[in-house]
């Protein structure tokens, strides 16, 4: 079993529509999780950052973390053309930015006008 | 936020060859940087951390002889796959931490070896 497995893609959905993304992992040394973005073409980019189990809200971004389930969401609301790119679920066991990052395998999404 | 440059974005080679890339922090110093490499369907994976003025760290299985990392400078990091075989090809991108905070990524760099 991989250490952390992400919903297989792509994905479309239309404009407006709330999206849902998924991984789950199996290390239990996970504490700090994170989302990137990444365009096409870029590096991925941090999008959210939540420690521990709990929501986080950013705007029409909303990351949630259920460690008993060892589960990961990501929600994002009245989606936009824009949010069109590849999103990764990412987890280390150690907080920092020099600590070790472990990704999902990512998946794209495609927001229709 | 932070700048990571890396060059090239993408590269071809002919088998047998050496190809370096080159990953820099343009606004920032950077003590660690990370190499991952991302096969076509797979997950960013770690493949070493360079650490300016000593030597990597390599991930387990990653042959240190093929992919030679120096950091010699708190600005720039170097990749070089020598001896390239068509199975090393892949996305190849780097991270450096900025200011303690988060992990700043390159563009990447597609390496096609033919």
């Known amino acids: 079993q991989k250490e952390v497995e992400q919903d297989p893609g792509p994905l479309s959905v239309p404009e407006g529509a709330i999206v849902s993304l998924n991984c789950t992992y199996s290390?239990?040394?996970?504490?700090?999780f994170m989302w990137y973005r990444q365009y096409s073409r870029k590096g991925p980019e941090l999008l959210m950052y939540?420690?521990?189990?709990g929501n986080k809200e950013d705007g029409r971004f909303t990351a949630q973390v259920d460690k008993s389930s060892k589960y990961i969401s990501l929600f994002i609301r009245d989606s936009q053309p824009s949010d069109s790119a590849t999103y990764l679920c990412?987890?280390?066991?150690?907080?920092?930015?020099?600590?070790?990052?472990?990704f999902g395998k990512g998946i794209t999404l495609s927001v229709r006008p | 936020g932070a700048v990571v440059s890396q060059h090239p974005s993408r590269v071809i080679c002919k088998s047998g060859t050496s190809v370096k890339i080159e990953c820099r922090s343009l606004?920032?110093?950077?003590?660690?940087m990370f190499w991952y490499r991302q096969f076509p369907k797979q997950s960013l994976m770690l493949m070493a951390t360079?650490?300016?003025?000593?030597?990597?760290?390599?991930e387990q299985g990653v042959e240190k002889d093929k992919f030679l990392i120096n950091h010699a400078s708190l600005t720039l990091s170097t990749l070089t796959v020598t001896s390239a075989h068509p199975e090393d090809s892949s996305f190849y991108i780097c991270?450096?931490?900025?200011?303690?905070?988060?992990?700043?990524f390159g563009q990447g760099t597609r390496l096609t070896v033919v």
């Open positions: 939540t420690y521990s189990s």
């Open positions: 991270s450096a931490p900025a200011w303690g905070t988060e992990a700043f």
């Open positions: 990412a987890m280390s066991a150690r907080a920092g930015a020099n600590s070790k990052l472990t």
């Open positions: 606004d920032f110093q950077a003590t660690t």
């Open positions: 290390n239990s040394a996970f504490q700090y």
């Open positions: 360079s650490n300016e003025g000593s030597k990597a760290t390599y």
